[in-house]
């Protein structure tokens, strides 16, 4: 678990939109993402796809079943959160690389038959993953800071299960 400031970049806006919150990385089961400013909004990534609540209304769902790219995005963000290095070595294929105190990694994926949703992804992580850039195109892209990781209490987990709703956690 942790907090998170993202900073996204969208074409045809002056200025970035800026969101803080923190999230919880339940493995194997879901990355919980609860946004709390500019306003508060409840995301879920799960195997079933990615699902978004407004004051606990369901607000969009869209699932891997019909966006099978989705499930590349949630191993991709479950891997890099959880310091799992290896798949996402393979699937980048490069090698992360050392900077002065820290570890990077890039990936553009190649053309292929499976519409991604995102042109590039971009890590940096220290003992957790720091710092992820998710390119979208030309113009838009999210920069996406995380800080204050640990490892969450049960109790914690249980609660952000509970709160996901369609999670079950033993």
Do not use: H
């Not at 990694?105 to 890590?123: G, I, K």
């Not at 720091?130 to 914690?156: H, N, T």
């Amino acid at each position: 678990m942790g907090r998170f400031s993202q900073t996204r970049f969208l074409e045809g806006f002056d200025k970035p939109i800026i969101s803080e919150g923190q999230f919880f990385l339940l493995p194997r089961a879901a990355l919980i993402w609860k946004t709390e400013k500019p306003f508060k909004t409840f995301m879920v990534v799960d195997n079933e796809g990615i699902s978004q609540s407004i004051a606990g209304k369901e607000v969009s769902k869209l699932s891997i079943s019909r966006f099978p790219a989705l499930a590349v995005l949630r191993d991709v963000l479950e891997d890099s959160l959880s310091g799992n290095w290896e798949p996402l070595e393979t699937m980048t294929g490069s090698k992360i690389v050392k900077d002065a105190n820290s570890w990077r990694l890039e990936f553009a994926p190649a053309t292929s038959d499976v519409t991604l949703p995102f042109a590039a992804l971009s890590f940096e992580m220290t003992d957790y993953l720091d710092k992820i850039e998710i390119s979208k195109g030309e113009k838009d892209r999210d920069v996406i800071i995380f800080f204050d990781q640990q490892k969450a209490l049960i109790g914690f987990i249980r609660e952000a299960a509970k709160k996901a709703g369609r999670l079950r956690f033993e």
